[in-house]
């Protein structure tokens, strides 16, 4: 069920579990799935219903990543958050396993678009999932404390989009292409997370997850998708600074996951040989799973 009506603070939205799974499960995964799930290093596939194209969002995540994640901390029923939620992809993933979720951003163009791939989706469901445009400094005037069984999120990667495009780990002749020295900065809005230094944008994001704390339930995980930079030739290691600033107003650092993204990756360039080793960053990104501690 898709909401398009005035949103109405806060929103009327289920949290309850309506599966019949035992009070003590974090999931409704079986043994043999949870296994599976026990690996550090995850992989996905774009499917169909991914969108790729850089023009409609410069920095999609494939449905499967908010998927897993929301089939290993939630149960059927319960409220799934995403801070940033772009085009609506954890949207998409809550609605396919039947969790209420909200979404929030702060550009009407990506929420008018979550709407509408919600809407070509599965007409008859028992949840919510809705897209809020606002800042998600905002998010506690929306929902009820102790209502949230997870948050997860890709946020915007500081100011590294901020730049004009090399791209440098394309293979040499496949450079310059159509995005070739272009800006694909989400917005120039002050409030807007991709346009700022690490440092700041680390500090941002948890004043903003202080106040998502209060609205999730004790031992509800709170992921967040994140990814290094470089910068003049030093790596700025953005995972440590998301760590620090979460774990300092009142999370729990629980696993750190590493998003494999070898397989998504073609036609890439070599770049630093002979003289100076630089990892190739496109092929791997962080997975922080933090969560709300019991007490």
């Not at 346009?195 to 995980?221: D, F, N, Q, S």
């Not at 290691?237 to 629980?254: F, Q, W």
Request: proline residues 6%; charged residues 25%; aromatic residues 10%.
């Amino acid at each position: 069920m898709v909401v398009t009506t005035e949103i109405i603070k806060p929103l009327e939205i289920g949290y309850e579990r309506s599966c019949q799974c035992p009070p003590n499960h974090i999931n409704c995964l079986t043994a043999k799935e949870w296994i599976q799930s026990q690996v550090a290093v995850w992989e996905f596939s774009y499917e169909k219903r991914d969108i790729r194209d850089k023009k409609r969002h410069p920095a999609v995540f494939p449905i499967g990543l908010p998927a897993k994640c929301i089939k290993l901390f939630t149960h059927e029923g319960e409220l799934v958050i995403d801070p940033f939620v772009g085009i609506g992809t954890t949207l998409l993933a809550a609605q396919d396993l039947n969790r209420n979720a909200v979404g929030f951003d702060l550009k009407e163009e990506y929420i008018e678009f979550a709407k509408s791939r919600l809407s070509q989706t599965r007409l008859f469901n028992e949840t919510k999932q809705i897209a809020v445009r606002d800042d998600a400094h905002n998010i506690p005037q929306y929902l009820r404390e102790g209502t949230v069984a997870l948050s997860v999120t890709s946020p915007p990667y500081a100011n590294m989009l901020n730049r004009r495009r090399l791209n440098k780990s394309i293979r040499g002749d496949l450079r310059q292409n159509e995005h070739y020295l272009t800006v694909q900065q989400y917005s120039n809005d002050p409030n807007d997370l991709g346009t700022m230094e690490p440092i700041k944008y680390a500090k941002v994001l948890g004043e903003i997850y202080r106040g998502i704390l209060p609205l999730m339930r004790p031992k509800a995980h709170c992921i967040i998708n994140v990814t290094d930079l470089w910068w003049e030739n030093k790596r700025v290691p953005v995972h440590v600074y998301v760590i620090e600033a979460l774990t300092n107003i009142g999370y729990e650092l629980r696993n750190i996951i590493i998003w494999d993204r070898r397989n998504l990756v073609n036609q890439v360039g070599i770049f630093g040989w002979p003289s100076n080793y630089i990892t190739l960053g496109t092929t791997f990104e962080y997975i922080l799973d933090f969560w709300r501690p019991p007490s």
